[in-house]
């Protein structure tokens, strides 16, 4: 599992894209591609992002279905065109790369330490403010000084205390997707809490914890705009994943978030 592969929903995006595809193709690792999967964007921005595929040919344009609605929607078709032998990332039309090296040291640090076959390798991201063109906060599972690996009850553990992965810091081996856990499409904002919650209840599971700047991703996305629907997501999530005590996480998931900004 040597490649990254990175789906991106998108939509009428093209003018977002340019600093994602500059720092891919910048990479001092050559092994990776891009399934840009895309609704039903205007002409400008279809013939955009079909000129960037036609270049260099790791871009692969798929247009979303109809039943395949929204950006999980989106997600969901894109698993279905994976190299299910190499590594999955989500990002968004606005994240890239944190720096150009990114994938070579993550690479040796997978191969050097025989982490291929891990479900999650959970890294960090840091946040940038593009209106002030200022570095925001930082995003990451637990704020880990070294790297250290969890199984299945670790994992849920802290997920009960109101830790969440970084969905867009953290590799996904295909073979969770495997085993029918995908994306509720029917949960706009929130999907991503309810799929690493949905992990947290297979059978075995081991995961990594990189104390390791992955992506950079800009601040102001569709779960900062629409808050009150964000958060009656997040109460469902974690009420049909800890019942009764679904507070409990709920509460903790916000202490998190604000500690995370002042670190």
């Not at 990002?91 to 150009?100: L, N, R």
């Amino acid at each position: 599992m040597n490649k990254f592969q990175i789906i991106v929903p998108t939509l009428n995006s093209y003018f977002l894209l340019s600093k994602l595809i500059k720092s891919l193709k910048s990479q001092t690792w050559k092994n990776w591609k891009v399934i840009f999967i895309d609704g039903d964007s205007d002409y400008k921005h279809i013939k955009w992002l079909k000129s960037q595929c036609k270049k260099d040919k790791r871009f692969i344009y798929i247009h979303q279905r109809d039943k395949k609605k929204g950006i999980f929607g989106a997600m969901n078709q894109g698993i279905e065109s994976i190299d299910k032998n190499n590594w999955i990332l989500f990002w968004g039309s606005d994240d890239w790369v944190f720096d150009k090296n990114i994938f070579e040291k993550l690479n040796k640090k997978i191969k050097n330490n025989f982490l291929e076959e891990l479900d999650m390798i959970i890294c960090r991201g840091q946040y940038i403010n593009t209106l002030k063109k200022l570095s925001s906060r930082k995003t990451f599972f637990i704020n880990n000084k070294k790297d250290f690996y969890l199984e299945k009850d670790e994992y849920r553990k802290l997920l009960f205390l109101g830790y969440t992965p970084p969905h867009q810091a953290t590799l996904i081996n295909p073979k969770l997707f495997l085993s029918g856990t995908q994306y509720n499409e029917k949960l706009k904002i929130a999907a991503d809490l309810d799929f690493f919650c949905n992990v947290s209840k297979l059978n075995k599971l081991k995961l990594a914890i990189f104390n390791f700047n992955l992506v950079k991703i800009s601040s102001g996305g569709i779960s900062a705009k629409y808050t009150s629907k964000r958060l009656k997501e997040v109460i469902h999530c974690y009420i049909k994943h800890f019942g009764v005590l679904f507070f409990i996480p709920l509460i903790l998931r916000y202490v998190n978030k604000i500690s995370q900004k002042l670190w």
